[in-house]
């Protein structure tokens, strides 16, 4: 019996949570991996750009919640996403044809795209901060559970609840759905093998008759689409904060180079080993300790190796030792 309560309280509080987090992480890694592929530059406004298009899906929420429009058990975030992916595809095609463009069709060195993006990064920032405050703001309604802690109980006996909330379960269901539509377009459409071909090589594919300007286009719509998602799932599932989603860059990008800068797969599995590693490292054992150890052998402390202040330490940490020891990341992309 103290097993399963081990192992409850281990999914709740580890394996649901960094799950999660790790499908975030992913969505934002996959759209930081598809610039860096195509348009070969490290897009530092990616974190901004997720906080603008959930900024926009919160203040659509807002109004068809003052409508009295709902979804009953579902956030209504999900009604306003369409509406914030709009906006953000909008802002992102109007930044590449005033900004990006010029220094492409320079052939300017990738550092200098960077330092571009850094300062559309501080634009896009102050420009939330400006529309919606810089305080946190909540726009989850709807069911708050698809499993209580206080059910899980009564259906098992167990002494240790397990808790599902539907902003978990939404994020995992989407994401895998996203995820999926991402690679069939890849893989099967004609535009999506246009885009693998540009990012292989752009001379040929410019000989076979691609056009550039199409594929970019295509590409800052897609990133507008994961940017989005991700920024609203993750506003769902904790709260949104504007600084949060600049501070969220650097997971973000530790996921998508430990993956593998330019690796789709690569992305996706990085955006898991931060997650979990981050929760690992930063969740008290405790609970689960004094279920697993013998009577009178339970820890006193809280047996917890870091404080949830320092989590982004964590991806830093394995940010930089993907660097030293394999910098072209686990699936092998393009080297840092």
């Excluded at 999914?11 to 992480?25: C, K, R």
């Excluded at 052939?107 to 960077?114: C, D, E, S, T, W």
């Excluded at 726009?139 to 599902?164: N, P, W």
């Excluded at 949830?308 to 660097?323: E, Q, W």
Aim: hydrophobic share 55%; no cysteine.
């Amino acid at each position: 019996m103290d097993l399963l309560n081990a192992l409850v309280a281990f999914a709740n509080f580890v394996l649901i949570p960094a799950t999660a987090y790790g499908a975030q992480l992913a969505l934002g890694a996959l759209g930081v991996t598809l610039i860096y592929g195509i348009l070969r530059f490290s897009n530092f406004a990616h974190g901004d750009t997720m906080a603008f298009g959930t900024m926009v899906t919160i203040l659509v929420t807002w109004w068809l919640q003052s409508m009295g429009v709902t979804l009953g058990p579902l956030p209504t975030a999900l009604l306003a996403l369409p509406a914030g992916i709009a906006a953000t595809a909008a802002l992102l095609l109007a930044t590449d044809r005033m900004v990006y463009r010029f220094y492409r069709q320079q052939r300017a060195k990738p550092v200098i795209l960077v330092i571009v993006s850094m300062g559309v990064m501080f634009i896009l920032n102050g420009l939330v901060r400006f529309i919606i405050g810089p305080d946190d703001q909540r726009f989850a309604d709807g069911e708050r559970f698809i499993v209580s802690a206080g059910t899980f109980r009564q259906m098992t006996g167990l002494a240790e609840g397990l808790a599902i909330r539907t902003t978990q379960g939404i994020t995992i269901v989407t994401a895998l759905i996203v995820v999926a539509a991402l690679f069939w377009f890849l893989t099967y459409t004609r535009t999506g093998k246009s885009m693998r071909a540009f990012s292989d090589n752009e001379d040929l594919a410019l000989l076979s008759g691609i056009n550039p300007e199409r594929v970019v286009a295509i590409t800052w719509v897609i990133v507008a689409v994961l940017a989005t998602v991700a920024g609203v799932l993750y506003g769902l599932d904790k709260t949104f904060k504007p600084f949060t989603y600049f501070q969220l860059l650097l997971p973000i990008f530790a996921a998508a180079i430990v993956g593998g800068l330019g690796s789709p797969l690569g992305a996706i599995a990085g955006g898991f080993l931060i997650a979990f590693s981050e929760v690992t490292v930063t969740y008290a054992w405790k609970k689960v300790l004094t279920y697993l150890a013998p009577e009178g052998l339970e820890p006193e402390g809280l047996v917890q190796l870091l404080s949830t202040d320092y989590k982004f330490a964590v991806s830093f940490v394995i940010l930089v030792i993907v660097l030293l020891f394999r910098p072209t990341g686990l699936f092998r992309g393009k080297s840092v």
